[in-house]
């Protein structure tokens, strides 16, 4: 069965450090791969995706993740983070159907 | 802007009670979803919609059943609540015409049943 795995549950960190949120999705023909975070009290929104080509994607709050076929991780970083960026992340695999797969969530705490 | 709106942020209800949760979305998507978020569980799909009237199954249906009667609208049914479907719902769309497009949510239900 196809499964998105996030290794951290949480991740605290200072504000100003780097930040790297790991992600590994099930191998298959097609991959569609998502980053997604949730602000509290709020829904999901997209933070960035990938599709195909450049194995580097970037959003515009300063995320980036790297597409990793060999091992099959997706993992977001982020060089300097900010204290608003306290969220929740996750990250999400579709496959070409209609269903989306998502991971159990990493916490993201940005301490002053 | 685009924009999913769900009925209620907070609900409470009884066990044995049917209940209703209402989306919306004025982005004229096909694609509709219906999830439930528990904390370690990440997202599970209830149910989808890929057009009016069309319903599947998704992962976690026993206990819930579904209705899209207009494109707009796509709500979730809880014909009997049961303390264990305490849980926050979240309502998305999607455009059709490929996975590689994202889905919009809205801010969510959080259903207490007691």
């Known amino acids: 069965a196809q499964s998105v795995t996030q290794l951290d549950s949480q991740v605290p960190v200072f504000e100003e450090a780097p930040v790297e949120l790991r992600c590994n999705y099930s191998s298959s023909v097609s991959v569609y791969l998502f980053w997604y975070v949730q602000y509290p009290n709020q829904g999901l929104q997209l933070l960035l995706k990938y599709l195909s080509g450049s194995t580097l994607v970037e959003s515009i709050n300063g995320f980036e993740a790297e597409f990793n076929k060999s091992q099959t991780s997706f993992h977001l970083r982020k060089p300097s983070v900010h204290i608003s960026d306290t969220a929740e992340y996750f990250c999400a695999q579709n496959t070409g159907g209609f269903k989306t797969i998502f991971g159990a969530g990493t916490r993201l705490f940005v301490k002053a | 802007d685009v924009k999913v709106t769900q009925s209620s942020r907070y609900l409470v209800k009884r066990t044995g009670e049917k209940v209703f949760l209402e989306c919306v979305q004025d982005?004229?998507?096909?694609?509709m979803f219906w999830y439930r978020q528990d904390p370690g569980l990440g997202l599970r799909l209830i149910y989808f919609?890929?057009?009016?009237?069309?319903?599947e199954k998704g992962d976690i249906p026993e206990g819930y059943s579904v209705s899209r009667e207009k494109k707009e609208r796509f709500s979730l049914i809880l014909e009997s609540a049961s303390t264990n479907q305490t849980s926050m719902y979240l309502c998305?769309?999607?455009?059709?015409?490929?996975?590689?497009?994202?889905?919009?949510f809205g801010p969510g239900t959080r259903l207490t049943v007691l």
């Open positions: 998305a769309s999607r455009i059709a015409g490929g996975p590689n497009n994202e889905q919009f």
């Open positions: 919609s890929y057009d009016v009237k069309m319903k």
């Open positions: 982005m004229d998507h096909e694609n």
